[in-house]
T-cell receptor
């Protein structure tokens, strides 16, 4: 079975500071990993995904994540936080082999607060 | 619009009543997923459709939950005899399935239906 663990249900950073949201995965096969963002009263939006093409993945809104197999991690970072980054962030792993059912297993989420 | 739409956006019902939640996927997307987001359980998978078939129903929590998809498009999630623990946000997602390990389809999510069972 595949799973992800997000460390820290709440993270607060100052505007302009580094954002680091942690995600560790557990998988018996090479995983496909994702970060989604959810703004209040909205659905989930894909930030970025790892599909084994490159270990450093760049996403939208200046976010990036690095896949580290030795640490089973896929942490999300952004060099400089903006007020508009305040949202809830979910790490997820896909159970797919690349065809068909690609259901996602999500972490418990991290609520990011930006301090002006 | 071009995105996934869900209706109603909010539903309040009494315990024991049946409810139907609707999902309109992006046109042409053959894969459709239902997820549930609740305080106690987080985000969890419910059911997966490929076309009109549901090869994976493993996430449905009980036989009170059922879903169907018609015309390879609209899907309806039905909850019979609702219970208070069914209160949650129900999210629908669709994707365009591609083949091969090099591809991984992005799931596009709707805004969800917030269900409150009194």
């Amino acid at each position: 079975a595949q799973s992800v663990t997000q460390l820290g249900s709440h993270v607060s950073v100052s505007e302009g500071a580094l954002v680091l949201l942690r995600c560790n995965y557990s998988s018996s096969v090479p995983p496909y990993l994702f970060w989604y963002v959810q703004y209040p009263n909205q659905g989930l939006q894909l930030l970025l995904k790892y599909t084994s093409a490159a270990t450093l993945v760049k996403g939208i809104n200046g976010f990036e994540a690095e896949f580290k197999k030795s640490e089973t991690s896929f942490h999300l970072t952004k060099p400089s936080a903006h007020m508009s980054d305040a949202a809830e962030y979910f790490c997820a792993v896909s159970g797919s082999s690349g065809f068909g059912n690609e259901k996602l297993t999500f972490g418990t989420g991290t609520r990011l607060t930006i301090i002006p | 619009g071009a995105g996934v739409s869900q209706s109603p956006s909010n539903k309040v019902t009494e315990k024991g009543k049946d409810v139907e939640l609707r999902c309109d996927p992006i046109s042409g997307h053959t894969a459709l997923y239902w997820y549930r987001q609740s305080l106690g359980q987080g985000l969890e998978f419910l059911i997966y459709f490929q076309g009109n078939s549901a090869p994976d129903k493993s996430g449905l929590p009980s036989d009170r939950f059922s879903a169907e998809r018609t015309g390879g498009s609209v899907s309806t999630l039905t909850i019979q005899r609702t219970q208070q623990e069914d209160s949650a946000v129900y999210l629908c997602a669709s994707s365009l399935v591609r083949t091969g390990r090099a591809w991984l389809s992005e799931q596009f999510f709707g805004p969800g239906t917030r269900l409150t069972v009194l």
